[in-house]
């Protein structure tokens, strides 16, 4: 069953802009990860958060999780052409495996 | 070197045919999947196998029957070709065993599978 669903379903911003993409999801989770998927690509693992923690950095990648609203948001500072793709968020609830959301389609125009 | 590849990228077939999709990882992983990625980019779990045995089988259909003949490789086959079968059909693998935190999925390139 699905669990994650992303908001925005479409995004198109500038280059240089900043990228806010959300997730909301339906029960309690040990790890929630996003994902992108460039077009005709396999999906590419970006970053895992614990339920245990607030937020995580990695590079121009800014995740919070907020698991009392039971929402995540993926943060891409500075965007650039390369980013445009779609980005999943992706929860670990237990003894399934991952349970992927519809995806964010983010257009980076130059 | 590709980590988890799958073949063929591409496979185009009538209705009624029954077709074969092959996944190989060399990570060294465990666990593998199979996963369904319909025309509106919707990610569903079809199969998951720990060493060799199955141990998520999701509400798929009986023409789908998935082999492990090691745990480097994680076949499809799917008789009975649908309409409704075509779709991209991506395989993963994660070191963890597909239970609580898994961990992180590497998945291959997908393989576009269209039925006319």
């Known amino acids: 069953s699905q669990q994650g669903e992303e908001d925005p379903q479409a995004l198109s911003i500038q280059e240089g802009e900043n990228a806010t993409m959300n997730c909301s999801y339906k029960?309690?989770?040990?790890?929630l990860q996003w994902y992108r998927q460039n077009s005709g690509r396999g999906l590419v693992h970006l970053i895992l958060?614990?339920?245990?923690?607030r937020e995580k950095h990695s590079g121009r990648l800014r995740v919070t999780l907020d698991t009392s609203k039971k929402s995540s948001s993926l943060l891409i500072t500075a965007s650039r052409a390369a980013d445009t793709a779609s980005y999943f968020c992706a929860t670990d609830s237990g003894n399934t495996p991952l349970v992927f959301g519809k995806g964010t389609r983010l257009s980076v125009i130059a | 070197d590709t980590a988890v590849s799958q073949t063929p990228k591409y496979l185009v077939t009538q209705m009624g045919n029954d077709k074969s999709i092959k996944c190989e990882q060399n990570l060294g992983h465990d666990t593998m999947y199979w996963y369904k990625q319909d025309s509106k980019k919707f990610l569903k779990i079809m199969f998951s196998?720990?060493?060799?045995?199955?141990?998520i089988n999701e509400t798929v259909p009986n023409r789908f029957s998935p082999k492990s003949p090691d745990k480097a490789h994680l076949n499809l086959h799917i008789n009975s070709l649908e309409l409704g079968d075509s779709a991209v059909y991506f395989c993963a693998s994660s070191r963890g065993s597909g239970g609580p935190n898994t961990g992180e999925l590497f998945f291959g390139e997908g393989s576009r599978l269209t039925v006319l």
């Open positions: 196998y720990n060493n060799k045995e199955l141990i």
């Open positions: 029960t309690s989770i040990n790890n």
């Open positions: 958060i614990r339920s245990n923690e």
